[in-house]
T-cell receptor, first 117, second 114 residues
Framework: GAVVSQHPSRVICKSGTSVKIECRSL??????MFWYRQFPKQSLMLMAT?????????EQGVEKDKFLINHASLTLSTLTVTSAHPEDSSFYIC?????????????FGPGTRLTVL | AQSVTQLDSQVPVFEEAPVELRCNYS??????LFWYVQYPNQGLQLLLK??????LVKGINGFEAEFNKSQTSFHLRKPSVHISDTAEYFC????????????FGTGTQLKVEL
């Protein structure tokens, strides 16, 4: 199957700082990338959907000014958590899809564990 | 709102025993169905998916699932589990009338014991 990487795998930051998480599709071009958040022992919650070259579509309740998403190329999307606070601590997972169609499999990255002190 | 229900949060089972993980979804409209597995501190790996055709879908690692439209279910089964199957399993649905967003269930922790 296709491979999606995330960097970093773990990050610890101080409250008030910004953190950037990268999501890369290593062996295919990803028209669409998705960003999810997972709290301990809970399911994945979709935060936003990004299509290459256009603005991301955010789910209801997700602050677009706090969670900045950039999808500048067909292999890279970034999520920046701005002015992070302890409540932003979570496991962030991205997925990538080739065409973005409903039948297209989403390939998931290994996730990034963010801890805000 | 459309939802996915995994009634069992935890399923303990002995090695080599069969297992069934249950998944029900909320709507009878056209759907695509998926099962993902997540090992600790890792992302999700696709086990199998149903898009159309045969209602019995076979996936990796010996897992299979059956789509039952009348019961709006997509239960995951394995006839004989192994210790290495211990993980979190997520059922997910794409409601085709609502774009291509995956809606996840709350997950089932499968714990295989000796």
């Amino acid at each position: 199957g296709a491979v999606v990487s995330q960097h970093p795998s773990r990050v610890i930051c101080k409250s008030g700082t910004s953190v950037k998480i990268e999501c890369r599709s290593l062996d295919f071009q990803a028209t669409t990338m998705f960003w999810y958040r997972q709290f301990p022992k809970q399911s994945l919650m979709l935060m936003a959907t990004s299509n290459e070259g256009s603005k991301a579509t955010y789910e209801q309740g997700v602050e677009k000014d706090k969670f900045l998403i950039n999808h500048a190329s067909l292999t890279l999307s970034t999520l920046t958590v701005t002015s992070a606070h302890p409540e932003d601590s979570s496991f962030y997972i991205c997925s990538a899809s080739g065409s973005g169609g409903a039948k297209d499999t989403q390939y998931f990255g290994p996730g990034t564990r963010l801890t805000v002190l | 709102a459309q939802s996915v229900t995994q009634l069992d949060s935890q399923v303990p089972v002995f090695e080599e025993a069969p297992v069934e993980l249950r998944c029900n979804y909320s709507s009878s409209v056209s759907v695509y169905l998926f099962w993902y597995v997540q090992y600790p501190n890792q992302g999700l790996q696709l086990l199998l998916k149903y898009l159309s055709g045969s209602t019995l879908v076979k996936g990796i690692n010996g897992f299979e699932a059956e789509f039952n439209k009348s019961q709006t279910s997509f239960h995951l089964r394995k006839p004989s589990v192994h210790i290495s199957d211990t993980a979190e399993y997520f059922c997910a649905v794409i409601y085709t009338g609502g774009g291509n967003k995956l809606t996840f269930g709350t997950g089932t922790q499968l714990k295989v014991e000796l």
